[in-house]
């Protein structure tokens, strides 16, 4: 019932910002707070990892590796997720992905990718010393 795409990414040198958006497209009789939203990201050869996660009203979580670098937000209006990534590092270079769960997960899963139903092709984030 959902579709996402992301935009924003690109190459930028270690230090810099880009801020991720992720527009979604939500069907039936669903709203934009029905759902747990989130960005994961893979680099080559390792896992998919989670970056961070919110829901409509609810509390953020964040992955140790990015806290008080990165901001997860959202347009509820627009059903846009953003990511504002500051202070990057090339050991943040990733293809970045949106994800979205019409599930409650537990607060210890809500980085997990299993518990994610709905994905976006991703967004290419490139960090250069």
């Known amino acids: 019932q959902v579709q996402l795409v992301e935009s924003g990414g690109g190459s930028v040198q270690s230090g810099g910002s880009l801020r991720l958006s992720c527009t979604a497209s939500?069907?039936?009789?669903?709203?934009?707070?029905?759902?747990?939203w989130a960005w994961f990201r893979q680099a080559p050869g390792k896992e998919r990892e989670g970056v961070a996660s919110?829901?409509?009203?609810?509390?953020?979580v964040y992955a140790a590796s990015v806290q008080d670098r990165f901001t997860i937000s959202q347009d509820s209006a627009q059903n846009t997720l953003y990511l504002q990534m500051d202070s990057l590092k090339p050991e943040d270079t990733a293809m970045y992905y949106c994800?979205?769960?019409?599930?409650?997960?537990?607060?210890?899963?809500?980085?997990?990718?299993?518990?994610?139903?709905?994905w976006g092709r991703g967004t290419q984030v490139t960090v250069s010393s």
């Open positions: 919110l829901r409509s009203a609810g509390t953020t």
């Open positions: 939500i069907y039936a009789n669903y709203r934009w707070d029905n759902y747990r």
């Open positions: 994800a979205a769960t019409d599930g409650i997960p537990q607060p210890s899963l809500r980085l997990m990718s299993h518990v994610y139903k709905y």
